[in-house]
């Protein structure tokens, strides 16, 4: 009898564990970038009048480019590093001001033949400067974080994505033909 217990005990631990590495704790504290002033953003309400549309920078990774129909949110970006090209495609769910989302990044440029997958999350908020931000982590495969931090600033001006960053349907990065397939 004590066998199957410590199996079950083992088990479910093991499960735990597993599961804290695929769903962080959803919260962002820090300093308010405009002010040095702490903040503590964690899932909520959306701010009003706010959704996660928009161009963005990240200071990770350069021009991100968000469009938010409902609940569903979908994507691009694009950076350069060192002498290679990457481009990448995000899909997201929003529930409040909380974005649960996946990525793919085509590095095909650089003889990367594969793309890189993974997910995150990010937690939209307005700053003391009352511009929109999004912070949040990423990470590998079926993880939403672990990948690294990363953070958003929206542009007050509008931008489109280039052609170059994937701007285009016809034009996708991420197909083997070049067409979208969604």
Do not use: K
Request: glycine share 14%; net charge negative.
């Amino acid at each position: 009898m004590r066998a199957p217990t410590t199996m079950l005990t083992l088990g479910l631990l093991t499960a735990a564990c597993a599961s804290t590495q695929t769903h962080p704790n959803y919260r962002y504290a820090a300093n308010d970038p405009a002010t040095l002033v702490a903040v503590d953003v964690r899932p909520g309400a959306m701010p009003s009048g706010e959704s996660f549309s928009g161009s963005f920078h990240s200071e990770q990774i350069g021009d991100v480019f968000l469009e938010q129909t409902g609940d569903l949110v979908v994507g691009q970006y694009a950076y350069n590093r060192a002498s290679c090209r990457a481009t990448g495609h995000i899909e997201g769910r929003v529930e409040g001001n909380l974005m649960h989302f996946s990525w793919t990044e085509s590095q095909r440029l650089c003889g990367r033949i594969a793309p890189m997958t993974g997910h995150g999350y990010m937690l939209f908020w307005i700053d003391s400067a009352q511009n929109g931000r999004a912070n949040g982590e990423w990470g590998f495969a079926e993880n939403e974080g672990g990948g690294g931090p990363w953070s958003l600033f929206r542009d007050r001006v509008r931008r489109q994505p280039t052609p170059e960053e994937g701007g285009t349907r016809g034009d996708n990065p991420f197909s083997a033909d070049g067409n979208a397939g969604r």
